[in-house]
């Protein structure tokens, strides 16, 4: 184990393809070739508790939230990375991320011409906003740019532990996108598609086929947004403040 090991908590395959060509095991601890802990969680609030709690046995120091999220905000395209100053869960609690570490990720991510908010809430859930009547609700409400479900609690996890944490989030589907309830259920926990279930809810609504290919596309941008991001960043995901990026 090396000093200042960084941890990351991924829910999604695609989100880790982003990090490492290598295999990545679900539930399990692995490190990538730059030396950070990457932790594949599957969705959801209480599967990146146990991701982020996996990781800091493993002997990370700090946590990274990294992966997707879906835009509250009009204008919010897919594709763009957020680096929000502030998480809020369901409650309204409020998270905030180690604001060293933070600017100095902004600093690669901004060198690199990369296209980044950087100021703003991501608003974290137990369940995914599929439709826009709920995006618009919940943004009235919160008043937060985007939504993702496991980045409050990675915050938790890193707050319990007093250790930093940040997030790196790219925009997936946007303000104006309703995702069609059905196929979220014929995905599994980890973002893959359950071909049997895929196939049967394709064949029950063909309708769904028209939208397969726009949300492809939405999901081609972020994760080439994050693997740009991760690229840009380097080791440790800019962790020394002192860095030059």
């Not at 146990?50 to 919010?76: D, K, M």
């Not at 007093?162 to 059905?182: G, H």
């Not at 994050?226 to 080791?235: S, V």
Request: glycine share 6%.
């Amino acid at each position: 184990m090396t000093p200042n090991t960084v941890g990351i908590v991924t829910a999604l395959a695609a989100e880790a393809r982003t990090l490492t060509r290598r295999f990545v095991p679900v539930c399990a601890t692995s490190t990538l070739d730059t030396g950070e802990f990457l932790c594949l969680t599957g969705m959801g609030q209480q599967a990146a508790r146990e991701g982020a709690q996996a990781l800091i046995e493993a002997g990370a120091s700090a946590l990274v939230s990294f992966g997707v999220a879906g835009s509250l905000a009009p204008g919010l395209r897919s594709g763009t990375l957020f680096c929000p100053s502030c998480v809020l869960d369901e409650r309204s609690h409020d998270y905030q991320p180690d604001p060293a570490w933070r600017a100095s990720l902004i600093r690669c991510l901004t060198a690199a011409n990369l296209p980044l908010v950087e100021q703003g809430s991501l608003l974290s859930l137990p369940e995914p906003l599929l439709s826009v009547e709920a995006k618009g609700w919940m943004r009235e409400r919160h008043q937060s740019l985007a939504v993702d479900m496991e980045s409050a609690a990675i915050a938790i996890v890193a707050a319990e532990h007093r250790i930093p944490f940040i997030v790196l989030r790219a925009i997936v589907d946007e303000r104006e996108d309703n995702v069609p309830a059905e196929l979220q259920s014929s995905i599994d926990a980890w973002g893959r598609p359950r071909s049997l279930r895929m196939l049967a809810t394709l064949l029950r609504h063909p309708y769904l086929l028209m939208e397969l290919p726009t949300l492809a596309a939405r999901m081609s941008k972020a994760t080439r947004a994050l693997r740009a991001a991760a690229q840009a960043a380097g080791a440790g995901l800019a962790r020394d403040a002192a860095r030059s990026c």
